[in-house]
């Protein structure tokens, strides 16, 4: 497969995890608006914040002690999340993204998975803020069926070449870094509320897991069996043990790369990470920095896989 | 579809009807199938074919001031027809000139025969801005110089006419396979019932041209699709096309020439590439030989190239053959080379670098159309008649200052075909481009690019300029 093609395909697919993800988080979280406390709200917007790395827009302060979480209402900061153009996370980059590599590598994916992708862009191509905010839910549920059903299409019509394998590694690398990066916000966020329950269920919620967790632990909430369950559940999709494992067989299914070293590095991260959740999570002493570290390893995966597929020198490649 | 308002003009050649109210006998059946369609249904037929282009991303690229926009083609669900006879007709005239001008290539860039005998100057040819030194005495794989040719043809009550010859990156291919696609599928019954000639082995015919150019004869060749990129205004087709070939698409950033071999970088590591089917023009195809500046092409390809290591369709220079200027001398170059009269007469056409054109020119602007040499798109052209007295003062000033960059032909009268516009059916004026593959042998889907002026009275039919597209169908009734 040509290496630009496979970067291309691969990136569709990260952009498409992340527009999926914070679609989720998005979703929940106007939820909130409807009946939560304000607390709750301000916790929300500020864990998403964290996650995504970014710092939210200003705007007119509604909270006596505020700080830059609570500078701008919910509709501003839905916006910057949702359709802010410059922000490279929104869920509307996100999608463009995905589609834009879609469009440069159509002929890697099937015409199936392009229609389905292409109809959502063209759904949400020209929308703002203003447009869906009588029933935001309704909006950010959509886009995350809609995304979920191109993974379905794809699993269903693609070929299972290697570019189906660049595309779940994308997706896989995409969902450990998010899946990380919430569960670090999580962490720290609520060792600095008294209220130490607080987001817990909602991070079940997120990685569609409520229902997982209720039939392991029963109705009691307990955030370390929380974290526990979202971190080493082999069982449940949006895990982060699940999500490295699903990298470290589709780079086994991919074969070695021209890219000796960098490929050799790839392995090595991928097998560290899954070994730091198997063997060192169950006695973590610090969670967050194992965590830390997991995230370290996706992060140089990303590289180690571009450098092993991608950009390798051409002098150590084999002439075909 | 209602056809009692429809404007027949009886000096203009009406593709469906020969006479008001009175359809050409192969199109009969499809004129009585669409009279009984109610109006809503054929709307909502354009409308489902229109929505299944956006759906399907079916774009061109138009560059504007600011920024790229990606556009869909509009297109008329109504089909033009052709009998079967008549496009038999035509194949045969496309044959001998695709015979023409791989001989005329060959011939220019080897002994220079046509000029020595004096049947075209020298100064035409090598006054050419698309005649390339860089290929002088190179041969090229089975003698073929142009592999993908797509024909302009206009028709006349005088019969079918080549407008323009395209044979460096002629585009369009694609939408005539989505147009069929689009169409039969609005049009299910009146389609089957047609008897229409299939188009879409496009792709497997394109894929069997190349491989017969593979160097030495390789099995099993390794093809690939060298585009400008995801900014090209054909961009949609290169993937298309990639897609049906079974190729890998290409940017020059992927391919490397090592030792006078092509490779393309792959994840397996690097991979030999045999033929290259280029949508790059020749001046950004290797910055060592054309334009250096390119950022497109590839270093050393044309050593490759020249080397008989990789075949490149079209072959570097073709332009040559289609330019404006050369084009005048084609029917000239049929009785040359194969001894034959020219089947498809070309559109008289006058050369502004001699004097008495020029004169010619300048004292019929406002009935001729003008053309640049070097342009295509439908850009730098005057449509006389509709031009304003301002306009062609402005037109003859630049003509004046470099004549030999112009020609002009007569405002040809294209014929009209029905369109659904705002809901009934008006005559809009049509030309249509085939596209000839020649490999071992020559090769011609029965089918084309049928391009429209979709406004109304406008003769310029390109999508750039507010042109749109219609499925050509041959039919055997």
């Known amino acids: ?320 | 579809m209602d056809f009692s308002l429809y404007d027949f003009d009886p000096a203009i050649y009406d593709e469906m009807f020969v006479a008001e109210g009175q359809p050409r006998e192969h199109c009969r059946a499809v004129v009585e199938a669409l009279r009984e369609l109610p109006d809503d249904d054929l709307n909502t037929i354009q409308e489902r074919v229109t929505r299944s282009f956006s759906q399907e991303g079916i774009t061109f690229t138009v560059y504007g001031d600011e920024e790229a926009e990606e556009r869909i083609i509009p297109i008329d669900c109504v089909p033009r027809l052709l009998a079967l006879a008549e496009w038999r007709e035509l194949e045969a005239g496309l044959v001998q000139r695709i015979r023409t001008l791989n001989l005329f290539l060959a011939d220019v860039y080897g002994d220079c025969r046509i000029v020595k005998d004096g049947v075209i100057p020298a100064d035409v040819i090598l006054g050419c801005p698309q005649y390339r030194l860089a290929m002088r005495g190179v041969g090229v794989p089975n003698d073929v110089w142009v592999t993908i040719c797509g024909t302009d043809i206009v028709r006349t009550h005088e019969g079918f006419m080549v407008l323009e010859d395209n044979l460096r990156v002629p585009s369009g291919v694609s939408y005539m396979i989505a147009n069929r696609k689009a169409v039969k599928a609005g049009l299910r019954l009146l389609y089957r019932r047609s008897r229409v000639q299939d188009v879409e082995q496009y792709g497997s015919l394109l894929r069997q041209t190349l491989c017969e150019l593979s160097p030495g004869g390789r099995p099993d060749p390794c093809v690939a699709l060298l585009t400008p990129g995801t900014y090209n205004s054909a961009f949609y087709e290169h993937m298309f096309l990639a897609h049906e070939i079974g190729a890998e698409l290409v940017e020059g950033q992927d391919l490397l020439v090592n030792d006078g071999f092509v490779y393309m970088r792959t994840t397996s590591g690097l991979r030999r590439v045999d033929v290259i089917y280029r949508r790059v023009d020749d001046d950004f195809l290797d910055p060592l030989v054309f334009r250096e500046d390119s950022l497109l092409g590839v270093p050393g390809l044309m050593n490759a190239f020249k080397r008989g290591n990789v075949a490149l369709a079209n072959a570097p220079g073709t332009g040559v053959a289609d330019d404006k200027s050369v084009y005048a001398y084609v029917p000239e170059m049929v009785r040359y080379y194969l001894g034959e009269e020219p089947l498809l007469q070309n559109v008289e056409t006058r050369l502004c670098r001699r004097p008495e054109d020029l004169e010619y020119t300048l004292d019929n602007l406002e009935h001729l159309v003008v053309k640049r040499v070097g342009e295509s798109g439908g850009y730098g052209m005057l449509v006389g008649p509709h031009s304003t007295p301002e306009e062609r003062d402005a037109y003859a000033k630049t003509l004046r200052a470099d004549p030999a960059d112009y020609v002009s032909q007569p405002t040809l009268a294209l014929s009209r075909s029905p369109c659904l516009i705002d809901g009934h059916a008006e005559p809009r004026h049509v030309d249509l481009r085939p596209f000839v593959l020649t490999g071992n042998e020559t090769r011609i889907v029965p089918g084309a690019f049928c391009r429209v002026a979709l406004r109304r009275g406008s003769l310029v039919v390109n999508s750039s300029q507010g042109g749109g597209g219609k499925d050509l169908w041959v039919v055997d009734l």
């Open chain 1, 1 to 320: 497969m040509l290496s630009r093609s496979a970067q291309g395909v691969y990136w569709m697919a990260r952009y498409l995890a992340r527009a999926g993800y914070l679609s989720r988080l998005l979703e929940l979280q106007v939820q909130f608006l409807v009946d939560r406390s304000v607390e709750e709200i301000h916790f929300g917007w500020k864990r998403i914040y964290r996650c995504m790395k970014r710092f939210p827009p200003p705007g007119e302060a509604f909270l006596p002690e505020a700080d830059e979480f609570a500078l701008a209402d919910a509709f501003t900061l839905a916006d910057d999340l949702t359709f802010e153009r410059s922000n490279p996370d929104s869920v509307w980059s996100a999608i463009a993204g995905g589609r834009e590599n879609a469009r440069q590598m159509r002929h890697c994916v099937s015409g199936e998975m392009w229609t389905c992708l292409n109809s959502a862009w063209l759904r949400i191509r020209d929308l703002e803020a203003v447009d869906i905010w009588r029933t935001p839910e309704v909006f950010y549920a959509q886009t995350r069926s809609e995304i979920h059903n191109f993974v379905g299409v794809a699993d269903a019509t693609m070929y299972r070449g290697a570019a189906w394998r660049f595309m779940r590694l994308g997706r896989a690398i995409e969902r450990a870094q998010l899946a990380v990066s919430l569960l670090l916000a999580q962490i720290d966020l609520s060792r600095r509320t008294e209220r130490r329950t607080l987001g817990w269920a909602s991070m079940l919620r997120t990685h569609h897991a409520l229902e997982a967790y209720g039939r392991v632990h029963g109705i009691e909430m307990k955030p370390d069996r929380v974290l526990d369950l979202l971190v080493a559940e082999p069982s449940l999709p949006g895990s982060v043990l699940a999500t490295v494992q699903a990298a470290a067989a589709e780079l086994e299914g991919l074969g070695a790369g021209p890219g000796v070293e960098a490929d050799a590095a790839a392995r090595r991260l991928a097998g560290r990470a899954e070994a730091l959740i198997l063997y060192d999570w169950p006695e973590a002493s610090a969670p967050e920095e194992l965590l830390e570290q997991v995230n370290q390893s996706a992060r140089d995966l990303h590289d180690a896989v571009l450098g092993a597929f991608v950009d390798y020198a051409i002098e150590d490649s084999p002439l075909r």
